[in-house]
């Protein structure tokens, strides 16, 4: 019994997971980002408090919009591809690619009072409530 191990479902994948000749094959770029990431909303003293997990993206390449009652977090992990003449790359695990989350909410988002927050991988959003119809751009701080 201690020889099982969990399949992935996908046969390919599988194989080439446990194949040692895996190692040479796969990609040279590293894995790209998932297509989804982490948020907690919370609703606190009239307002929607929002984190958003992003490892890895620089506050330049996260865009936050609000449409009426609901908001998209869309980001872009930049690839490194920094190697000398000298050097080969035995191994690249870190993510690259695009997300884009939209996440809609039980009430209208009041734009004039709501701000965002980028620090240490952690987006922090606080959205107010509104009836607004207006759709809006925030600016990250």
């Given at each position: 019994m201690s020889s099982l191990r969990?399949?992935?479902?996908?046969?390919?994948?599988d194989l080439m997971h446990e194949n040692p000749i895996s190692y040479f094959?796969?990609?040279l770029h590293g894995q790209s980002l998932r297509s989804d990431?982490?948020?907690d909303v919370r609703e606190k003293n009239g307002a929607y408090l929002v984190h958003a997990e992003l490892p890895g993206v620089?506050?330049?390449n996260i865009d936050v919009r609000i449409d009426n009652d609901s908001f998209t977090i869309s980001a872009?992990?930049?690839q490194y591809d920094q190697k000398s003449d000298d050097e080969k790359i035995i191994q690249s695990e870190r993510y690259f690619g695009?997300?884009?989350?939209?996440?809609?909410?039980p009430f209208q988002i009041d734009k004039a009072s709501s701000s965002a927050h980028f620090e240490n991988g952690v987006l922090e959003l606080t959205l107010g409530k509104s009836k607004?119809?207006?759709?809006?751009k925030l600016t990250i701080k």
């Open positions: 969990s399949f992935s479902g996908n046969m390919l994948s094959i796969n990609p990431f982490s948020v620089k506050k330049e872009e992990i930049e695009s997300v884009l989350r939209t996440i809609r909410l607004n119809l207006n759709g809006h």
